[in-house]
Each structure stands twice: as C-alpha cells, then as structure tokens.
T-cell receptor, first 114, second 113 residues
Framework: KNQVEQSPQSLIILEGKNCTLQCNYTVSPFSNLRWYKQDTGRGPVSLTIMTFSENTKSNGRYTATLDADTKQSSLHITASQLSDSASYICVVADRGSTLGRLYFGRGTQLTVWP | EADIYQTPRYLVIGTGKKITLECSQTMGHDKMYWYQQDPGMELHLIHYSYGVNSTEKGDLSSESTVSRIRTEHFPLTLESARPSHTSQYLC????????????FGPGTRLTVT
C-alpha cells in the first residue's frame, strides 16, 4: 500500500531556532518527492521537488534531503521566523501514473514562538 | 503564486441546498484536480480531469459531481448538501509533463448546517 508518514505530528520552536521534519514513504514506483507549505485556510505551496537522482535541494532557508534507498526525506528549516508557522506536507508522486498521482502525508504542524 | 482561483473562499449553507464551488486557472493546464481535506488530515483526491470533456472519480468517494467544458474551468457541484460534506475543498492544476507539478488554489471552506 502506498503511504506517506510524517513526524512529528506537531512541533513548537522558538524564533531563530532550526528544526528538521521527517518523512517516510512506501510509494512505488517512485517519481519525485515534494515538500509543501500550507498556511491555515490556504492551499499548499510547493517548497521543493526532488527526483530519484537528487539528494538535496534548497529553497532559501528550507533544505530538503532525499534518501531513495531508505525511502526517507527530511526538511530542515534554518533560523526560523514567525511566518514559518504552518503545516508542512510531504508528497510523493507515483511514476506509474499518467495522471501524476500524488500521495500526501498528514503534515507536521509547525508553530514558531517569538 | 500560481494563477488558480477558487470562489467562494468560505460558504455556510443549510442542509439540502445545491451548491457549486468554482475553480479557474489561467495557466492553460490540461490536468485539473479536486481534493477534500479535513483538519489535521491528508488531502484526498475526489475528482480529476485530463482535459476538456474528461472527468474521473478519485480515490475518496464523493457525492459531488464535476464538469470540464472549458480548459480553464473545473466547477464542483453538490446537488443536496449535508453536514457530512463540511470540509475544505482544494482545486489544483498541472501541466501534466515533467514532474507533474500541481498548483493549488486557496481552497473553499464549506460548512453545512
């Protein structure tokens, strides 16, 4: 069964601190893995997309890593800001689908306190 | 920001009413999707379309229907709303090539009383 599991479910950190979010998946055949940021009441916005051959991808203070062998990914946020408070969703695409079928994790709810 | 729009953003409606949630994109994307998301839960695909005159049901069974008469427009209709339909509905579109990047609209928060 194709699944995407994220941890932790929620996380509280102080402004300026770093944090790392985890994602494990069982989707096969694998096409790519994305991290989305979803603000409360808004649609998800893509942060990074990594294909099978990519180990790391950065977008400003966000750095994602991918280990396709162990089927794990992480999202590292550096020097957190209040605006980073959101749900971070790990999404894996199925290569076998012409639809671009996506499998979603439940997200990690990050709260950044001043 | 992607050019994909949803209206209304919030809707509170009584049981039994017919509603249509609008979704439009100006990117010329062929593929469009509707997702349902409850608080703290993952997105579930309820409908998708490969292009004009193409509509398919997704993984999560839904009493809603969709239509795709124009490339840019993918409305979702509930003929008779019920409290169980209370949820967030997200529309997305994709060029359908490369990484199949999906761009999401802001969502419609539906509450059925």
């Amino acid at each position: 069964k194709n699944q995407v599991e994220q941890s932790p479910q929620s996380l509280i950190i102080l402004e300026g601190k770093n944090c790392t979010l985890q994602c494990n998946y069982t989707v096969s055949p694998f096409s790519n893995l994305r991290w989305y940021k979803q603000d409360t009441g808004r649609g998800p916005v893509s942060l990074t997309i990594m294909t099978f051959s990519e180990n790391t991808k950065s977008n400003g203070r966000y750095t994602a890593t991918l280990d396709a062998d162990t089927k794990q990914s992480s999202l590292h946020i550096t020097a957190s800001q209040l605006s980073d408070s959101a749900s971070y969703i790990c999404v894996v695409a199925d290569r076998g689908s012409t639809l671009g079928r996506l499998y979603f994790g439940r997200g990690t709810q990050l709260t950044v306190w001043p | 920001e992607a050019d994909i729009y949803q209206t209304p953003r919030y809707l509170v409606i009584g049981t039994g009413k017919k509603i249509t949630l609008e979704c439009s994109q100006t990117m010329g994307h062929d593929k469009m999707y509707w997702y349902q998301q409850d608080p703290g839960m993952e997105l579930h695909l309820i409908h998708y379309s490969y292009g004009v005159n193409s509509t398919e049901k997704g993984d999560l069974s839904s009493e809603s229907t969709v239509s795709r008469i124009r490339t840019e427009h993918f409305p979702l209709t509930l003929e008779s709303a019920r409290p169980s339909h209370t949820s967030q509905y997200l529309c997305a579109s994709s060029a359908g090539t490369g990484t199949y990047e999906q761009y999401f609209g802001p969502g419609t928060r539906l509450t059925v009383t």
